[in-house]
């Protein structure tokens, strides 16, 4: 196919225009450059699940170390202004909890007599950045001048004093990893399964058709709680339950890909290319792989984008109800199950945060996946 | 049909079976209630049987005496538990009177944003669209819990929050003040379940007015000289809307099970929310007939939106 490429030509100031032959995956690339909402969605994207990949980093501490002298201690105040004048190293104070003489309230005061100043790369816990290289570097911490150090807490503490920073970051691998694993577990059976109903019809897509169809009128939410209740009496660890939502996701969500795949397959078999193909004696491996694949591939990579944050949104809803990931593993969804209650979300509205990553991150899969389907779908041939 | 429900059935009954221990766990962990009377409780539920036998046993009673079971926690048909309270007719009111929210919206909306294509207005549409779309409906619910109570203090006004009435309104006969308060307590419901199934819709209508618009009759009436708005809401929205009808009827199934996270949240007495304690009190059959609810659902809907769309377009049959 023919595109259009502007070229600076080494005189700067002639422009000229060259006509170049550009593949389908250029131009997808180029369509796709054009949709904003989805350049912004992917590059939070790649935000998001680096921030999921260099956790321990951003980090400042252990997601499970418990700060029993702060619980539910609320996001530490940074300050920017000193007795005089304003500064741009943010300090903090150290803050100790009272209670309020007559409602008994715990209350975090600030104790201003001494300054712990924000600083970067500070050592802390030691961990293996990306599993595989030790140290204890961190990208935040706070310590005072005589080298005395008090915690910070940017999002707040739970219950345990846990800092929700951290548990947010770490629970964020988990939030991404479902809608990939998912994908991983049920592609392969909506591929092949749809695939062999669309290709060969007849009987064989009679019965797949009606074996899938079960498992499109089973009502998701439902099943899945019932699913999560199931795994937890068995004394799993929170590794394999987890595991164990991962295979209820792909069970409920396959049946829909393989309809898809199959309509795909359908249409593709009866094009010219494929008879052309088996004029030419080729057999029916050859077809599907090198023919009809090729095909479904855009489409099957856009569906897997926009599976992505619908996986998401259900392994929260099932953490928050808590039928899904367990402590002491965490996700978004799970750390949301602390605010069940409204007069908990009254007094520690801090809880509520890790929800808006969730929102921040469906949101932007799913400007990713328009997008990428907008691009792809002029330059596919179905 | 039918098979449908007795595959989908079989299936939900082994992911029961699947749950650890039953209702009589607790019983037998009671020190009080003798050996005797656990076994006896055990034969009663048939909790001895093995799983085909029990599951035979349920269908029988399904099929000869329209016996759903016995729910362990109220000594109830299953019926009387999931429906009872009138929860069925609330599980009806709050999904059907959703749903027409948010096809009041959504269609303006759709047919506002394909013709104002591409413009300012149609990409903060879309964006809105996808936001709603985005956010978990327990979090929405969440959120606006927390903005009535803390930020607002609707409290000090006397309003209530959650569930469908204020105390005192729940005995009471119907009044314009009960329907009020019905209102103000449904209104977090209709927002937090509409704006997810919101984007959805106004993205398929606009995509299909688009699809409509440019097509040749389209230019034939504009080329006659008919105003465009009779252009637009005569000729195209007419067509346009068809695919949508199909919508319809799969849109309120999803709905009924879409919003059981809000209607815990929310603490809405509906049929969601006999299923979420059964299920927490693993009731075995009245989580059973909780899931054919949703199957039956489901397969109905499925089935008006196939009625619904032959109505609507003559030149679609089936055989």
Known sequence: MIGLRRKKGLDEELEYREYVSLSQGQMIWRAFRKHRLGNIGTVIVVVLVSAAVFAEFFAPYHYAEQFRLYPFSPPTTFHFRTEDRFTLRPFVYKTTREFDPETYQPTFVEDSSKKYHIRFFVRGYEYRLLGLFKTNVHLFGARANDGSEVPVFLLGTDTFGRDLLSRTLIGGRISLAVGPLVILFSFPFSIVLGGLSGYYGGGIDMFLQRFGEVFMAIPALPILLAMGAALGGFGLSATMIFLGIIVSLSVISWAGGARVIRGQVLAIREMDFVTAAKAAGANDLRIILRHITPNVMSYLVVAATLTIPYMMLTEAALSFLGYGVREPMTSWGQLLNAATNISGIEQHPWLLIPGVFIVVGVLAFNFMGDALRDAVDPFTIV | ?319
């Open chain 2, 1 to 319: 049909m039918l098979p449908l429900l007795v595959l989908v059935s079989l299936f939900s009954f082994a992911i029961i079976q699947l749950m650890p221990g039953d209702y009589l766990t607790r019983a037998r962990l009671d020190p009080q209630i003798k050996q005797e009377t656990l076994n006896a409780l055990a034969r009663r539920y048939g909790l001895d049987k093995p799983f085909m036998t029990r599951y035979l046993a349920w269908v029988k009673g399904i099929l000869t005496r329209g016996d759903f079971g016995t729910s362990f926690e109220t000594r109830q048909p299953v019926f009387f538990t999931l429906f009872l309270g009138s929860r069925l007719q609330w599980t009806l009111v709050v999904s059907i009177s959703t749903m027409i929210i948010t096809w009041l919206f959504a269609i303006p909306l759709g047919i506002y944003s394909a013709t104002h294509q591409y413009k300012a207005s149609d990409h903060g549409l879309t964006f809105f669209g996808f936001l709603g779309l985005s956010i978990p409906n327990f979090f929405f619910a969440l959120v606006v819990l927390w903005l009535l109570v803390a930020v607002f203090k609707v409290g000090n006004y006397g309003l209530g929050i959650g569930g469908l009435f204020d105390n005192r309104f729940i005995a009471a006969p119907w009044s314009v003040a009960k329907l009020g308060n019905l209102l103000w307590h449904i209104w977090p419901a209709w927002l937090v379940i509409g704006t997810s199934g919101m984007a959805g819709l106004l993205r398929y209508m606009r995509g299909s007015l688009l699809d409509t618009l440019s097509l040749q009759y389209v230019q034939t009436a504009r080329a006659k000289g008919l105003s465009e708005h009779i252009v637009v809401y005569k000729h195209a929205v007419r067509n346009a809307i068809n695919p949508l009808v199909s919508m319809l009827g799969m849109t309120l199934p999803n709905l009924v099970a879409g919003s059981l996270v809000t209607a815990i949240v929310l603490n809405l007495p509906t049929v969601e929310r006999a299923f979420w304690s059964a299920l927490q009190m693993q009731d075995e059959y009245v989580i059973m007939g909780g899931l054919l609810f949703f199957s039956l659902f489901l397969l109905l809907g499925n089935l008006l939106a196939d009625i619904l769309l032959a109505w609507v377009d003559p030149r679609i049959r089936y055989n």
